[in-house]
């Protein structure tokens, strides 16, 4: 069963069957192209197409219903291809009769023969910014895809270079409208395949062995097996592993890409093409043939599609390609751009430079983004063995990582190598597969924060009394201790916050606090509150008991360890640990300045607000101090030895400026407040006020007068966290002490 | 010699000269052959009275001369655009109007030189290979 048409062929009107007549379409173009610079190809064409619609003429007038496939070839026969022309044309290679000149014509191509004299020009007609690619790939007589891909990376991974070479190019080289002269391009190869095959296509492109672009993809992936198997301690020695490993990755997402970005070559011109077999009349008869026989064979085809469809989701993709019968001219004829004119048209392919440039800066940094998370894996993303325990957790990682931001990546890439190799298609499953595939990663998202959260939510803690030896002379002093354990450094997080260091199985912590509060007895102790947040009360104080914090003493010095190590299998459940100092009254104490080095942060996953410093102190009697400064535990609290004012010594530079929040906490009153310095004028001005009972605070000011009678501020809790002033070590209880002007006298409108 | 001329050249044939175009074979040298004769043969078939292109086929045929339409065509052009030939249009029963062409008087000037030329090449190919003339009389290259 065919289709039948009518077409109107040189002032007669021919019913043809649809096959024959692409036939002859073909072969007329092959003949256009033939004689494309031939003085009056249109007048031979002509008098040919004349001729071919006499013959048909005839045949029906004989009687035939209509012209067939079979008259088509018999007229093809008669009129001759044009590789046969080259033989019997007498006159057109010029003085054909030097024998060596014919010869040569006859090895070439037939393309080749009529070819214009071969200067590197830019393309006019297939551009997709200047035509500088395709004016080389022209030039070399190779795929014009294949000189964007490596200009594309030439100019996006050589630091610019590759835009200067295209801009300077684009302005020496003379514009020429250029014939495609390479019938060559990258298709899939259904025929030879082991998974998309995209070697397959590669190795028929470039017309080598299929086992050299398939070595080519796996190797990278062997090299990246083999350090793992000689050394358990791979991250010894990283760099090998993170390089192979990378060029793996590199080639893995090379041939993903190259899957979903290239066309199935399914037809037999296709096939041809991919091939890079001249596309003549003896070949077009083939794809004629093969094409009748695939029609045939569609049906078939089909059922065996669908079930490849359901097993391979990226197979899906390209499938409707496999139905798309785009005739191979329109396909790769360059799609002519209307010559806009005027600043319009400049401005529009500035606008598209400049968006290609943005877009595929940002595509490759992303990919090798992307490329590094996925595959240097656990000695890239070291805090996961620390914070995800199980199956499920890791694997919610994984698809976060994979689908929430490789897929949009990976997107991007196709989508600018789609443009850049002008494969369009109408096909929206792409889009779909990837919004969905995206929308999974998103759920991911959200339920590992939902999983890890719930390992944040109970706080515990464990309280262990260290036996001290008393300090002579009735003075002690406390150092944080420094380097004397090893950890390895880590690449990744050298800055002391959050973490000192981290390796494969541990990671050290430092969220160490140091409180001062007055001894019952007449002597010193030291207690520790180890503090950790868990799923379950007992996984909390499992986590917290297993805090490693020995203190060790020389004489009157106590050395703090630098932090606490956390092993991966104990997980990081922001362990914490408040070291508290019971100074007896009249006796000294001193910290030392590297007291510093502890830093400290709460995470509380049932607030909004995600990490936050939270300041509230549960020890109610402590007081606050300053290191590098001895003091004298009295009765009041602690005083300085040196008996210094404070209010006199704490310079002004002490009060900051910038912004605080307030929270108090009276009797049921709660009081939250956010609020701004306002420079120079010493005030605070409120941006917002608690809701419990509509309290107003008109204003504040610094408390600058020393009230001898300071509010009780034993049952008020008062919160305040100066941003700027973070690390400092602040305690909202001793509003009594004037320590700091911030902490203030409200003056209510209530 | 004459059948070797009836063969149409095969595809196949030109396909294993893309292959190997280092030896010198048979088709070639008798592709080579024709060409030089063929727009001689041509003229003077137009030289004997207007004719349509088909003909023209027709008539290499039934002289064992096979030649591609498909070459004939912009033969003719390139003929005509050297002022050697001419066409008129020439109504057809049921179809549209043909081309038949002439000689122009440059086209019969140029026919007649190249008679003589055939004329002497044939006589030196003739006496060549039958008669053995001594290549050193240089006869030949007269």
């Given at each position: ?208 062995d299929t086992w050299i672009p398939r070595l080519i993809f796996l190797l990278p992936f062997l090299f990246g097996m083999l350090p793992n198997l000689f050394s358990g301690f791979w991250w010894h020695w990283r760099g090998p592993w993170v390089a192979f490993s990378g060029l793996g990755g590199t080639f893995f997402v090379t041939y993903i890409i190259l899957w979903i970005v290239l ?28 094409e009748l026989q695939s029609v045939k064979s569609r049906g078939e085809k089909l059922g065996t599609e669908f079930k490849e469809k359901a097993k391979v989701v990226g197979e899906e993709m390209k499938d409707t390609l496999k139905q798309r019968t785009q005739s191979f001219a329109s396909e790769v004829g360059p799609a002519a751009r209307k010559t806009g004119t005027g600043i319009g ?406 | ?142």
């Open positions: 069963m065919k289709k039948v048409i009518n077409i109107n062929f040189q002032g007669r009107v021919i019913p043809i069957e649809e096959t024959a007549y692409e036939a002859l379409k073909q072969y007329i173009e092959s003949l256009r192209r033939y004689f494309a610079h031939e003085e009056g190809r249109d007048e031979i064409i002509n008098d040919i197409e004349n001729r071919i619609a006499e013959l048909f003429d005839e045949k029906l007038k004989k009687g035939a219903v209509c012209i067939t496939d079979e008259d088509v070839n018999a007229v093809m026969v008669s009129m001759g291809r044009p590789e046969d022309f080259e033989e019997q044309d007498a006159t057109y290679a010029g003085s054909a009769t030097d024998y060596a000149k014919a010869e040569s014509s006859q090895s070439t191509t037939a393309q080749q023969v009529y070819e214009e004299p071969r200067r590197l020009s830019r393309a006019a007609n297939d551009k997709v910014l200047g035509g500088v690619c395709a004016g080389i790939a022209h030039y070399m007589k190779i795929d014009p895809a294949v000189v964007r891909i490596i200009f594309a990376l030439i100019a996006f991974g050589g630091f610019g270079f590759g835009v200067v070479l295209y801009i300077i190019l684009w302005i020496i080289l003379p514009v020429r409208s250029l014939q495609t002269n390479v019938r060559k391009r990258l298709y899939r190869d259904p025929d030879n395949k082991l998974i998309g095959g995209v070697a397959g296509g590669l190795s028929a492109y470039f017309n080598i066309p199935k070559a399914v037809t037999a011109s296709e096939k041809l093409e991919m091939r890079g077999e001249k596309i003549d009349l003896e070949s077009i008869k083939n794809t004629v043939q093969e048209n400049a401005i529009g392919i500035l606008f598209k430079a400049f968006f290609l440039c943005i877009a595929g800066i940002i595509a490759f940094s992303l990919l090798i983004a992307l490329m590094a998370i996925l595959y240097s894996g656990v000695a890239v993303f070291p805090l996961k063995n620390f914070l995800l325990e199980g199956f499920w957790q890791n694997f919610f990682a994984w698809s976060v990582i994979t689908l929430f931001i490789g897929v949009p990546i990976i997107a991007l890439v196709v989508w600018i190598v789609r443009r850049i190799m002008r494969v369009r298609s109408k096909n929206p499953y792409l889009g779909y597969t990837f919004g969905s595939l995206w929308i999974l990663g998103l759920i991911s998202l959200f339920v590992l924060i939902g999983m890890v959260g719930r390992n944040f939510r109970i706080k515990t803690s464990v309280n262990e009394d260290v036996t001290i030896t008393q300090p002579a002379n009735g003075n002690m002093f406390i150092k944080v201790m420094d380097g004397k354990v090893r950890y390895y450094s880590s690449d990744w997080f050298d800055g002391d916050f959050p973490f000192l260091s981290l390796n494969e199985d541990s990671m050290l912590l430092n969220t160490v606090r140091l409180k001062i509060v007055k001894s019952e007895d007449s002597i010193y102790h030291i207690k520790l509150v180890k503090l950790s947040l868990g799923n379950t009360p007992a996984s909390a104080e499992n986590n917290a008991s297993s805090i490693s914090f020995p203190i060790t003493q020389q004489d009157s010095v106590f050395y703090f360890p630098k932090g606490f190590p956390v092993s991966s299998t104990n997980k990081f459940r922001n362990q914490q640990v408040m070291a508290i100092v019971e100074v007896p009254v009249g006796k000294k104490i001193m910290v030392d300045g590297s007291i510093d080095r502890y830093d400290w942060f709460d995470i509380n996953f049932n607030r909004r607000r995600g990490w936050n410093i939270d300041w509230k102190d549960r020890w109610d009697n402590s007081y606050s101090w300053e290191d590098n400064v001895q003091y004298t535990m009295t009765d009041n609290g602690l005083e300085r030895t040196d008996k210094k004012d404070r209010n006199k010594n704490t310079d002004s530079k002490k009060i900051k400026n910038g912004k605080f929040k307030l929270k108090a906490d009276d009797n049921g009153v709660e009081i939250e407040a956010e609020g701004e310095l306002e420079d120079g004028k010493g005030s605070y001005r409120y941006k917002k006020s608690g809701d419990n009972e509509k309290v107003e605070i008109d204003t504040v000011k610094p408390a600058t007068p020393v009230s001898p009678n300071p509010p009780k501020p034993a049952q008020r809790k008062i919160t305040a966290a100066e941003n700027k002033n973070a690390k400092e070590e602040i305690a909202g209880k001793n509003i009594s002490e004037d320590f700091h002007p911030p902490f203030l006298f409200l003056t209510t409108g209530r | 010699m004459e059948q070797n001329f009836s063969q149409p050249p095969s595809f196949t044939a030109g396909r294993m000269r893309e292959k190997s175009p280092k030896i010198m074979n048979i088709e070639n040298t008798q592709s080579q052959m024709r060409k030089g004769v063929l727009e001689f043969c041509i003229l003077s078939i137009i030289k004997r009275g207007e004719v349509y292109p088909s003909d023209i086929i027709d008539e290499m045929k039934k002289a064992n001369l096979n030649i591609l339409e498909g070459t004939l065509y912009p033969l003719l052009t390139r003929l005509k655009n050297a002022d050697l030939l001419t066409y008129r249009w020439v109504e057809s029963t049921g179809g549209p109007p043909r081309k038949y062409f002439s000689l122009t008087d440059k086209g019969a000037a140029f026919y007649a030189e190249l008679e003589a030329t055939w004329n002497e090449l044939a006589g030196a190919v003739q006496a060549l290979t039958q008669n053995g003339v001594n290549i050193n009389s240089g006869n030949f290259n007269q």
